[in-house]
């Protein structure tokens, strides 16, 4: 899959993508991921992208002009399956989100900075529009990179075991169990009798009964969700 990022500041996730599992699935050609500088398609003669918005109001907007010339000049004349914005009032991202995700052959995310966009771009330009959470940013940057993250590793191949995936938090609507690795006793804190026992039912029971807990305590949300 190819993803290509427009965004102001790709110097601040560059480094993301060439390290650790993301890194070893670029080189792998499991995905392929392109940053963009919005600036370089500014015709200001300052690269100014931003300005005042129409009607008043506190802070600066991304103006049409840039954006909409980076689109067009990154998409070329080929298919893109998504054009996603990056922005707090999106779709909550997830990760049934990022599995459907993981299944397009190219994308191009679009991270906003100021206080927004032009509505235009959104109207016209963005089929899709994601939130990393009901927080704000300072800019849509880093929100790209969780995407891009969170995709990958839905993609078969880039995690090294794909029962990683099933073990995962959210899978089933449940979070996560307890885990432990040696020793047996740390500080007089011993590993959960049962994960020693060799019973792999008693270990799948107690793991569920965990995962259970865990949600009804910090997530009963999750509990009443259609999976
Ligand atoms: N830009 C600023 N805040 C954001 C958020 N929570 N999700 C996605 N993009 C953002």
């Given at each position: 899959?190819?993803?290509?990022?427009?965004?102001?500041?790709?110097k601040?996730?560059?480094?993301?993508?060439?390290?650790?599992i993301?890194?070893?699935?670029?080189?792998?050609?499991?995905?392929?991921?392109?940053?963009?500088?919005?600036?370089?398609?500014?015709?200001?003669?300052?690269?100014?992208?931003?300005?005042?918005?129409?009607?008043g109001?506190?802070?600066?907007?991304?103006?049409?002009?840039?954006?909409?010339?980076?689109?067009?000049?990154?998409?070329?004349?080929?298919?893109?399956?998504?054009?996603?914005?990056l922005?707090?009032?999106g779709?909550?991202?997830?990760?049934?989100l990022?599995?459907?995700?993981?299944?397009?052959?190219?994308?191009?995310?679009l991270?906003?900075?100021?206080e927004?966009?032009?509505?235009?771009i959104?109207?016209?330009?963005?089929?899709?529009?994601?939130?990393i959470?009901?927080?704000?940013?300072?800019?849509?940057?880093?929100?790209?990179?969780?995407?891009?993250?969170?995709?990958?590793?839905?993609?078969?191949?880039v995690?090294?075991?794909?029962?990683?995936?099933?073990?995962?938090?959210?899978?089933?609507?449940?979070?996560?169990?307890?885990q432990?690795?040696?020793?047996?006793v740390?500080?007089g804190m011993?590993?959960?009798?049962?994960?020693?026992?060799?019973?792999?039912?008693?270990?799948?029971r107690?793991?569920?009964?965990q995962?259970?807990?865990?949600?009804?305590?910090?997530?009963?949300?999750?509990?009443?969700?259609?999976?």
């Open positions: 899959m190819q993803v290509d990022i427009l965004t102001l500041f790709p601040m996730v560059s480094g993301i993508f060439s390290e650790s993301l890194g070893r699935a670029v080189e792998k050609s499991l995905i392929r991921v392109n940053l963009h500088d919005i600036r370089d398609w500014s015709t200001d003669k300052h690269r100014r992208v931003d300005d005042r918005p129409f009607g109001g506190a802070g600066m907007l991304m103006a049409p002009q840039p954006v909409f010339d980076a689109i067009e000049a990154v998409r070329g004349d080929d298919t893109v399956d998504e054009i996603i914005y922005c707090p009032d779709e909550p991202l997830t990760n049934t990022a599995r459907e995700l993981s299944q397009k052959k190219r994308i191009i995310l991270s906003g900075h100021y927004g966009i032009d509505q235009r959104r109207d016209t330009l963005i089929t899709r529009e994601v939130s959470g009901d927080y704000v940013l300072t800019n849509g940057t880093i929100a790209a990179a969780v995407l891009v993250d969170c995709i990958a590793r839905q993609i078969p191949g995690l090294g075991e794909e029962n990683s995936l099933t073990s995962d938090s959210f899978n089933a609507n449940l979070l996560s169990f307890p432990y690795t040696r020793p047996e740390f500080r011993p590993v959960p009798p049962v994960l020693l026992s060799g019973n792999h039912a008693a270990i799948k107690w793991r569920h009964e995962q259970l807990k865990k949600t009804q305590e910090r997530r009963p949300d999750l509990l009443s969700k259609d999976i």
